[in-house]
T-cell receptor, first 112, second 112 residues
Framework: AQSVAQPEDQVNVAEGNPLTVKCTYS??????LFWYVQYPNRGLQFLLK??????LVKGSYGFEAEFNKSQTSFHLKKPSALVSDSALYFC??????????FGKGTRLHILP | KAGVTQTPRYLIKTRGQQVTLSCSPI?????VSWYQQTPGQGLQFLFE???????NKGNFPGRFSGRQFSNSRSEMNVSTLELGDSALYLC???????????FGSGTRLTVV
């Protein structure tokens, strides 16, 4: 069975500093990996995905993520955090013909 | 183009009642998935439909059901509502899984 873990419930980062939101996964076969962001009282917004190809994936709003097959990780990163990046971030994983499942989410606080 | 539309946005129901939630996907998207979001459990997968066929199903009791129509619109129904069914129900659509999902803003169901 597939699973995804976000080990941190909350991450605090000072504005202007680099940020990392961690995600590890377990899936049979090659994974499809996604990051989504949720702002208060809104649905989820797609940030980026890894399907195949380059391990470093660039997405919306300056975010990027690195697929690491040996560590089964797909951490979300941004070189310089903005206060407006404060939100709830979800990592998601799927096998080819299976459902997409989501982690429990990590709340990111960017401190001015 | 129009996004994923979920109706109604808010709903209050009494225990024992039933409820039907509606989702209109982005035009051309044939895949529709439903998720239940609660603070304690995060996003839990309910069902996935593709071209009117249920392709995947999550671990929810039989009180939760869904369907998809020929125009790709989808409904989910919850019968004999329980207090624990109070949640944000999110619908997401996609042309293909590898594109990632576009989410609606959700229906917030409160059971009293």
């Amino acid at each position: 069975a597939q699973s995804v873990a976000q080990p941190e419930d909350q991450v605090n980062v000072a504005e202007g500093n680099p940020l990392t939101v961690k995600c590890t996964y377990s899936v049979s076969g090659n994974p499809y990996l996604f990051w989504y962001v949720q702002y208060p009282n809104r649905g989820l917004q797609f940030l980026l995905k890894y399907i195949t190809g380059d391990n470093l994936v660039k997405g919306s709003y300056g975010f990027e993520a690195e697929f690491n097959k040996s560590q089964t990780s797909f951490h979300l990163k941004k070189p310089s955090a903005l206060v407006s990046d404060s939100a709830l971030y979800f990592c998601a994983v799927s096998a080819r013909d299976d459902k997409i499942i989501f982690g429990k989410g990590t709340r990111l606080h960017i401190l001015p | 183009k129009a996004g994923v539309t979920q109706t109604p946005r808010y709903l209050i129901k009494t225990r024992g009642q039933q409820v039907t939630l509606s989702c209109s996907p982005i035009s051309g998207h044939r895949s529709v998935s439903w998720y239940q979001q609660t603070p304690g459990q995060g996003l839990q997968f309910l069902f996935e439909y593709f071209s009117e066929t249920q392709r995947n199903k999550g671990n929810f009791p039989g009180r939760f059901s869904g369907r998809q129509f020929s125009n790709s619109r989808s409904e989910m129904n919850v019968s004999t509502l329980e207090l624990g069914d109070s949640a944000l129900y999110l619908c997401a659509s996609s042309p293909l899984k590898t594109y990632g999902y576009t989410f609606g803003s959700g229906t917030r169901l409160t059971v009293v």
